[in-house]
């Protein structure tokens, strides 16, 4: 039996579980191998602690006992194959046993350019980083990322080994290397975030946005240097400020420009923004920093009631200038509506690529601006036409309800 003191002390932070990962599997490359051992340590604490009491630092416990058990696989793995360790596993063996978590080196970063390696699938990249990184079980991985159990078994296994055995090595990225790690870094931290943005539950604490919140905040803190790092990091704060505000008590979803601001989170609000002003001190203009700042500017003009239409429409051009995208260009399009007319943002609209045929923004995006103009019923059958495009449950209930209004009033 274990107490509740005992299975609250053994629970490891996030801060936690990524140095230990990180410290055991940077020599030979095997995550597998490290989630064993720290699983295998935690077991050792549920049998031990209880009768020999709570150690004084749990996690730096953890880890000594997981660098014994790594160092068991090594020795029997030298063992079996009559081959001498190689000096940098034999390094691994040597830390004392006595020392501190907080005192050894921190690897995180070489964790995290694992798991964004080019050689590993840039669908897989953000499962990765959930369960090495953050140590995240697979159902709660596969809940999040609404896919089967199976598939992300799979996927995780595959990439773990590919690791381990292909020579993907786990170093510090060298100058050359590290805006390329970085950006591959930043995309699949991204991904985590947009995928639980759109999906996200009514408690942000049990959604993954919040492990991207983490992840953000980890890797603007290992490279406080790298402008774009803080950029991804003010992005996800000042959208995750807005959490509480973009549904309604009903569930339904509340565009920004309806949004009550004194529903914002101050705390993540302030973060955004010093991030913001980290960006700057960086010198380094990128494609999160534009995005958070066209956000952060967006919610200003709501807090104000005063939104400043062509400074944004400014940075939707900056943004497209450096990152060109279907989903950029369609939000410029809705900021061309205000600064310059409904007429210049259809335009801008039917400028777009054939991919848009198949872009609900864009849809959606028209069937208003149809309706500003007073042509209800291309309004409606437009906003019909997106809401065949629509996958996400709560979007397609609140276009239904919008377009039950609409004919209403047509």
């Given at each position: 039996?274990?107490?509740?003191?005992?299975?609250?002390?053994?629970?490891?932070?996030?801060?936690?579980?990524?140095?230990?990962?990180?410290?055991?599997?940077?020599?030979?490359?095997?995550?597998?191998?490290?989630?064993?051992?720290?699983?295998?340590?935690?077991?050792?604490?549920?049998?031990?602690?209880?009768?020999?009491?709570?150690?004084?630092?749990?996690?730096?416990?953890?880890?000594?006992?997981?660098?014994?058990?790594?160092?068991?696989?090594?020795?029997?793995?030298?063992?079996?194959?009559?081959?001498?360790?190689?000096?940098?596993?034999?390094?691994?063996?040597?830390?004392?046993?006595?020392?501190?978590?907080?005192?050894?080196?921190?690897?995180?970063?070489?964790?995290?350019?694992?798991?964004?390696?080019?050689?590993?699938?840039?669908?897989?990249?953000?499962?990765?980083?959930?369960?090495?990184?953050?140590?995240?079980?697979?159902?709660?991985?596969?809940?999040?990322?609404?896919?089967?159990?199976?598939?992300?078994?799979?996927?995780?296994?595959?990439?773990?080994?590919?690791?381990?055995?292909?020579?993907?090595?786990?170093?510090?990225?060298?100058?050359?290397?590290?805006?390329?790690?970085?950006?591959?870094?930043?995309?699949?931290?991204?991904?985590?975030?947009?995928?639980?943005?759109?999906?996200?539950?009514?408690?942000?604490?049990?959604?993954?946005?919040?492990?991207?919140?983490?992840?953000?905040?980890?890797?603007?803190?290992?490279?406080?240097?790298?402008?774009?790092?803080?950029?991804?990091?003010?992005?996800?704060?000042?959208?995750?400020?807005?959490?509480?505000?973009?549904?309604?008590?009903?569930?339904?979803?509340?565009?920004?420009?309806?949004?009550d601001p004194t529903m914002w989170n101050a705390s993540h609000l302030a973060k955004g923004e010093w991030h913001l002003r980290e960006v700057h001190r960086c010198g380094e203009i990128g494609r999160y920093a534009i995005e958070a700042s066209i956000q952060a500017l967006h919610m200003q003009g709501v807090r104000t009631r005063k939104p400043n239409w062509h400074a944004l429409l400014r940075q939707h051009d900056h943004l497209l200038r450096i990152a060109p995208s279907l989903g950029a260009r369609v939000s410029r399009a809705?900021?061309?509506?205000?600064?310059?007319?409904?007429?210049?943002?259809?335009?801008?609209?039917?400028?777009?690529?054939?991919?848009?045929?198949?872009?609900?923004?864009?849809?959606?995006?028209?069937?208003?601006?149809?309706?500003?103009?007073?042509?209800?019923?291309?309004?409606?059958?437009?906003?019909?036409?997106?809401?065949?495009?629509?996958?996400?449950?709560?979007?397609?209930?609140?276009?239904?309800?919008?377009?039950?209004?609409?004919?209403?009033?047509?």
């Amino acid at each position: 039996m274990t107490s509740p003191d005992v299975e609250q002390a053994v629970v490891l932070t996030h801060d936690d579980w990524s140095r230990i990962i990180a410290l055991l599997s940077v020599r030979d490359g095997d995550i597998a191998g490290a989630e064993d051992a720290v699983a295998g340590a935690v077991e050792r604490a549920l049998h031990t602690w209880p009768s020999k009491g709570i150690p004084q630092n749990p996690s730096g416990w953890i880890y000594r006992t997981a660098l014994n058990l790594r160092r068991d696989v090594w020795k029997s793995a030298a063992h079996r194959t009559s081959v001498e360790l190689n000096s940098e596993v034999h390094e691994a063996l040597q830390p004392s046993i006595n020392a501190e978590l907080d005192e050894l080196p921190d690897s995180r970063l070489q964790l995290l350019a694992a798991c964004a390696h080019p050689d590993i699938d840039p669908a897989t990249r953000p499962l990765l980083m959930l369960s090495a990184v953050l140590g995240l079980p697979t159902r709660r991985i596969a809940e999040g990322m609404i896919l089967p159990a199976a598939t992300v078994a799979a996927r995780l296994t595959r990439a773990k080994k590919k690791i381990a055995t292909n020579g993907l090595q786990m170093h510090v990225p060298d100058r050359s290397e590290l805006h390329a790690c970085l950006s591959s870094i930043h995309e699949a931290i991204y991904g985590v975030f947009t995928i639980e943005w759109a999906n996200a539950a009514t408690d942000l604490r049990e959604d993954l946005a919040g492990e991207a919140v983490y992840l953000s905040e980890l890797v603007s803190t290992l490279c406080p240097d790298d402008g774009e790092s803080h950029g991804l990091a003010a992005l996800i704060h000042l959208s995750v400020a807005r959490f509480n505000a973009r549904r309604s008590p009903s569930g339904a979803l509340v565009p920004l420009d309806d949004q009550d601001p004194t529903m914002w989170n101050a705390s993540h609000l302030a973060k955004g923004e010093w991030h913001l002003r980290e960006v700057h001190r960086c010198g380094e203009i990128g494609r999160y920093a534009i995005e958070a700042s066209i956000q952060a500017l967006h919610m200003q003009g709501v807090r104000t009631r005063k939104p400043n239409w062509h400074a944004l429409l400014r940075q939707h051009d900056h943004l497209l200038r450096i990152a060109p995208s279907l989903g950029a260009r369609v939000s410029r399009a809705a900021t061309l509506q205000h600064a310059e007319g409904g007429a210049a943002a259809l335009a801008a609209l039917s400028s777009l690529p054939k991919a848009a045929e198949s872009y609900q923004p864009a849809w959606v995006l028209r069937s208003h601006l149809y309706r500003a103009m007073g042509r209800n019923q291309d309004a409606i059958s437009t906003l019909e036409r997106a809401m065949t495009l629509t996958t996400i449950t709560s979007e397609h209930e609140h276009l239904a309800k919008l377009l039950t209004r609409w004919k209403q009033r047509a």
